[in-house]
């Protein structure tokens, strides 16, 4: 039979990794308590969560929604979950390896929007900024299109009137 300490955690694990679309697997070993205290509070700044847990755990909690990431699974791990804005959470990640010598933590494996990422794609995604900046220059693109679009109608406008007169 099962410990029942870990049976809670699987439980928990799971609560915590149902349905959620947006994930990152990473290598926190090396880390301090305060560096480890603190990539925490930056992570939860972003809308995310860090869960340690035993490797066998997390295991079983991500096959129980059909994700397999046991090769990603060794040594010590954490899943980093990212409710709100991945790019967001994966630049906290990000942001505390470039703040340290040792480049902890390290990303093993992500699950972004639902689909199994490498490396390489959470990186870029760290590189993009937070999600609340993109939409702002989105906004601010659209706006300066249609704020010429305006204008070259009110051009166009004058124009016939000017011919209709």
């Not at 809670?8 to 149902?18: A, F, R």
């Not at 697997?25 to 992570?43: E, M, P």
């Amino acid at each position: 039979m099962a410990n029942e300490k870990n049976q809670q955690t699987l439980s928990s694990l799971k609560g915590s990794l149902s349905g959620v679309e947006t994930f990152y697997v990473v290598d926190y070993q090396g880390l301090t308590a305060g560096q480890l205290s603190k990539l925490r509070q930056d992570i939860r700044e972003k809308g995310g969560q860090l869960i340690v847990a035993k490797n066998t755990l997390i295991n079983l909690a991500l096959q129980d929604g059909g994700r397999d990431f046991a090769d990603a699974l060794k040594g010590p791990s954490a899943v980093v979950v990212a409710q709100e804005d991945p790019a967001g959470v994966a630049k906290a990640l990000s942001d505390a390896a470039k703040g340290n010598d040792k480049g902890i933590p390290t990303v093993k494996a992500g699950f972004v929007e639902g689909n199994r990422v490498d490396v390489k794609v959470v990186e870029r995604l760290a590189s993009l900024g937070s999600k609340q900046s993109l939409q702002g220059e989105l906004v601010g693109v659209l706006s300066a299109h249609l704020s010429s679009f305006v204008g070259i109608l009110e051009a166009y406008k004058d124009k016939l009137e000017g011919q209709g007169a």
